[in-house]
T-cell receptor
Framework: NAGVTQTPKFRVLKTGQSMTLLCAQD?????MYWYRQDPGMGLRLIHY???????AKGEVPDGYNVSRLKKQNFLLGLESAAPSQTSVYFC?????????FGPGTRLTVT | AQKVTQAQTEISVVEKEDVTLDCVYE???????LFWYKQPPSGELVFLIR??????QNEISGRYSWNFQKSTSSFNFTITASQVVDSAVYFC???????????????FGKGTHLIIQP
């Protein structure tokens, strides 16, 4: 039982490049989330999904897109990366209440 | 809108001292959940506790204890006899009422960096 996994763990992008972060969970959870963590800011919600095929915007959605084609996967896309998107990205899943977090992806945009 | 305030940016104490981390929240929901997470230097988020808004009993788990006071909208966390391994960033978080699938994620405070000196 792997819990929540994130791919990749680290990535360096140049401004304007695109990439997709993958989150996978094996707990059959309905709800999944993407957060970003910046120094001194805590974690902020980017997008979330309450079920397969559904997505919704969180607190800081600009510059990101998401898809939930399969219940176990939640993808976060950056179409044109900007230095302001340098951050640590955490994925989480939950059924009701407690959120289970992945190990994080450290993204640097130069 | 929901808000979580952790006014203490950084706390430094000597090992074996007791330390309390403050958390104040704002929400319009009548049913909500409060959480504490620990983030050690390795970076992962470690779940510590979840408390729902109807349960105001204090909780103790080993050296950790939590004081939930609805009247002051606070959910404070105390570590008794602190140890170097307690050094980490601690986050308080809040989630709103779950209804009709409205599981809209957690609102986090900015965190308190706790340094335990040997």
């Amino acid at each position: 039982n792997a819990g929540v996994t994130q791919t990749p763990k680290f990535r360096v992008l140049k401004t304007g490049q695109s990439m997709t972060l993958l989150c996978a969970q094996d707990m059959n959870h309905e709800y999944m989330y993407w957060y970003r963590q910046d120094p001194g800011m805590g974690l902020r919600l980017i997008h979330y999904s309450v079920g397969e095929g559904t997505t919704a915007k969180g607190e800081v959605p600009d510059g990101y897109n998401v898809s939930r084609l399969k219940k176990q996967n939640f993808l976060l896309g950056l179409e044109s990366a900007a230095p302001s998107q340098t951050s640590v990205y955490f994925c989480a899943s939950s059924y009701y209440g407690e959120q289970y977090f992945g190990p994080g992806t450290r993204l640097t945009v130069t | 809108a929901q808000k979580v305030t952790q006014a203490q940016t950084e706390i430094s104490v000597v090992e074996k001292e007791d330390v309390t981390l403050d958390c104040v929240y704002e929400t319009r929901d009548t049913t909500y959940y409060l959480f504490w997470y620990k983030q050690p230097p390795s970076g992962e988020l470690v779940f510590l506790i979840r408390r729902n808004s109807f349960d105001e009993q204090n909780e103790i788990s080993g050296r950790y204890s939590w004081n939930f006071q609805k009247s002051t909208s606070s959910f404070n966390f105390t570590i008794t006899a602190s140890q170097v391994v307690d050094s980490a960033v601690y986050f308080c978080a809040l989630s709103g009422e779950y209804s009709g699938g409205g599981a809209d994620g957690l609102t986090f405070g900015k965190g308190t960096h706790l340094i335990i000196q040997p």
